[in-house]
């Protein structure tokens, strides 16, 4: 879906203008996303499946719910927003514990340009996964994997990726440190 975002400079200052998602991807400018990464307090972590159809990492087991903050949308009513519509699931803010901004710049294959700022959040998921709804657009498939997972990555095909170890390693010391 083709959305209405905010442009930030390099920095992560708002410029004051607005674009499509699209026109951000195509040209490089940088905006800013929404991470919520859902744990369980037996120590597994949600993934989501991403759906064929989507532009980038189609089929891949990803983050448990992520997507672009609107133009002019707060942060944290952007994370509930995207938690309610790709899984059905109603959170509060205070269900939701920032753990971090993290800058990332991909160039795909495709022509999509991502530069994003990723506002990182973990938050401990009191339903069973039955209970979820998936918005079939966006997501394929949900998952309960062992949070250790995270850790792993580099070892796993289509589960998460790789190159971004590190940042799977520093959500999953923020949840056991959350747990503990």
Do not use: C
């Not at 609107?70 to 509060?92: D, M, P």
């Not at 205070?94 to 938050?123: M, P, W």
């Amino acid at each position: 879906m083709d959305e209405l975002i905010d442009i930030l400079t390099p920095e992560g200052k708002p410029t004051g203008k607005t674009a499509f998602k699209s026109e951000a991807h195509q040209n490089g400018w940088f905006h800013a996303t929404v991470h919520i990464w859902l744990f369980t307090s037996d120590e597994k972590i949600l993934l989501q499946k991403r759906a064929l159809s989507k532009k980038v990492f189609p089929g891949l087991w990803d983050i448990s719910v992520a997507g672009h903050i609107g133009a002019g949308e707060e942060t944290l009513a952007s994370a509930i927003r995207e938690v309610s519509e790709e899984i059905g699931l109603n959170l509060k803010e205070k269900d939701l514990i920032k753990i971090g901004t993290r800058t990332h710049q991909v160039s795909h294959a495709n022509g999509i340009q991502d530069n994003e700022f990723h506002h990182v959040f973990i938050a401990e998921l009191k339903v069973p996964i039955e209970k979820l709804t998936m918005q079939t657009k966006e997501v394929a498939g949900l998952q309960l994997f062992d949070l250790s997972v995270l850790k792993e990555t580099k070892n796993l095909k289509n589960i998460l990726l790789p190159r971004f170890h590190e940042y799977y390693v520093s959500v999953f010391d923020k949840i056991i440190a959350r747990l503990k």
